[in-house]
């Protein structure tokens, strides 16, 4: 087996000014951080070079590329906006392709409301799958969000650490298994 | 199965690189649309891992 440490970036998917949604990405950052072998960092949408007069590989930025081509596996943070997902979000994850070939990804959906984000990852879904992701069983839901953080960030319900220690187990199974698949089994073997 | 090609070397270690997708990629030009597989109707990208350094690499179908 490969012996680097697994790479798991979050990406915090939204650029609204007041995002609650810092503070899920955050604290998945943290969950990440105190697992032995893996790797994070917060990928902020919102800091990226991201023009609006080309799309996909028109608009890569090498650093986000390079960021995803050495990733494992992603955790993706959003929002719910109007029953889906920011529009900034996809046009960034769009300007990829073979950097997430095989790799899995886990989906954290932020919601004002009590739902939890549901149905942005009902409709993130599809497209992660034609992006090349592997989607993975187990999300975290955070409704209600302003009462599972407090406004500097700290965390209210302890119920969530186990939520995401359960969503992290399962996405990074199937990052070393992925990973093994993608060092070690050719497609026509 | 598909005819055996040349392995592709890792531009950033010179690892001998494993290919382990094909992903079909729909013309988004009009240059593009010559270049389809019309039986696929789009264009193969190979995706090749580095199972040494984790870099990834693509080419298209039939380069």
């Known amino acids: 087996m490969n012996s680097r440490p697994l790479s798991i970036p979050v990406i915090l998917g939204t650029t609204r000014k007041g995002r609650m949604s810092t503070h899920a990405a955050r604290f998945m950052v943290e969950q990440i951080t105190e697992l032995d072998g893996v790797t994070t960092e917060l ?3 919102s800091k990226l070079r991201m023009p609006t ?8 930025d090498p650093a986000f590329s390079e960021k995803m081509a050495l990733a494992d596996g992603l955790v993706i943070v959003t929002p719910e906006y109007n029953h889906s997902f920011p529009g900034l979000l ?6 990829c392709l073979k950097e997430y070939i095989h790799k899995p990804a886990g989906i954290v959906g932020v919601s004002a409301g009590p739902f939890g984000g549901v149905r942005v990852i009902q409709d993130f879904l599809p497209v992660l799958r034609e992006l090349g992701l592997v989607n993975i069983f187990w999300d975290v839901n955070f409704g209600n969000v302003a009462k599972v953080f407090d406004e500097s960030g700290n965390l209210l319900d302890q119920a969530f650490v186990g939520r995401a220690g359960k969503f992290l187990s399962e996405l990074i199974w199937m990052a070393k298994t992925l990973r093994y698949g993608r060092d070690n089994i050719a497609l026509d073997s | ?3 055996q090609k040349s392995k592709m070397i890792c531009p950033k270690c010179g690892a001998e690189m494993n290919h382990h997708a094909d992903k079909l990629i729909y013309p988004a030009s009009t240059e593009d649309v010559k270049k389809i597989n019309a039986a696929l ?5 190979e995706i090749h891992g580095c ?3 984790g870099a990834v690499e693509s080419r298209r179908s039939g380069e």
């Open chain 2, 1 to 3: 199965m598909a005819k």
């Open chain 1, 53 to 60: 007069d080309d799309a996909g590989d028109g608009i890569k």
């Open chain 1, 90 to 95: 996809k046009h960034i994850l769009d300007s």
């Open chain 1, 43 to 45: 990928i902020d949408i």
């Open chain 2, 51 to 53: 199972p040494a350094c």
């Open chain 2, 41 to 45: 109707g789009g264009m193969i990208e």
